[in-house]
């Protein structure tokens, strides 16, 4: 069964530094998300990404994020400037979007500032 | 009130027991409901997808919408140690072009106990 697939599975990074997430969909899918889970807490939406633009962004997704489709597969994550908050593990996901399309998330990368 | 609200656990029964985890909701655009089952250290796993009110089966899997309480149910028949996991509810509102900007519960944790 197609899944969706991320690299790191866990990403080490100092605070203040650059780092980016990558994810590659389920090849027929339309909709890209990226969602985040902080230890502890509920799994939140961070931005969803449709014909290669953000279709709609939470209050979380400021400047510091910013998200790429750079070629036919891959959907990649980019936080400029890390902080310590931003420990978290960062879900992928993708969906269809026609009617009676749910999201299908990929095993997450765990994202440590140190 | 929160957006989303379900007990975190944990919950402990043993096997073959009939499991039920519930969620409730505030938010009335809430059209489209989900259970997803997160193993340690993986992604959530779709579950059930129903939408609007009503019941839907899967197996050993029924997931209940009522709308009209703002209440939304899983149940889990001949519950196996397998089933031991996290189980998230999301749910979403009306798409805007296709995307779907879930909000989740905080997750119940289940056990079941050979």
């Known amino acids: 069964e197609p899944e969706v697939t991320q690299t790191p599975s866990h990403q080490v990074t100092q605070m203040g530094q650059e780092v980016i997430l990558r994810c590659v969909p389920i090849?027929?899918?339309?909709?890209f998300y990226w969602y985040r889970q902080i230890l502890g807490q509920k799994v939140e939406f961070l931005v969803s990404f449709y014909n290669n633009e953000i279709s709609e962004k939470s209050e979380i997704f400021d400047d510091q994020f910013s998200v790429e489709r750079p070629d036919g597969s891959n959907f990649t994550l980019k936080i400029r400037s890390t902080k310590l908050e931003d420990s978290a593990m960062y879900f992928c996901a993708s969906s269809l979007g026609q009617n009676n399309s749910p999201l299908h998330f990929g095993n997450g990368t765990r994202l440590t500032v140190t | 009130q929160k957006e989303v609200e379900q007990d975190p656990g944990p919950l402990s029964v043993p096997e073959g027991a009939i499991v039920s985890l519930n969620c409730t909701y505030s938010?009335?655009?809430?059209?489209?409901f989900m259970w997803y089952r997160q193993y340690s250290r993986k992604g959530p796993e779709l579950l059930m997808y129903t939408y609007s009110s009503g019941n839907k089966e899967d197996g050993r899997f029924t997931a209940q919408v009522d709308k009209s309480s703002k209440y939304i149910s899983l149940f889990i028949r001949d519950s196996q140690p397998s089933d031991s996991a996290t189980y998230l509810c999301?749910?979403?509102?009306?798409?805007?072009?296709?995307?779907?900007?879930?909000?989740f519960g905080q997750g119940t944790r289940l056990t079941i106990n050979p």
């Open positions: 999301a749910m979403s509102g009306a798409r805007w072009q296709g995307a779907q900007k879930l909000v």
């Open positions: 938010n009335s655009a809430f059209q489209y």
């Open positions: 090849s027929n899918h339309l909709y």
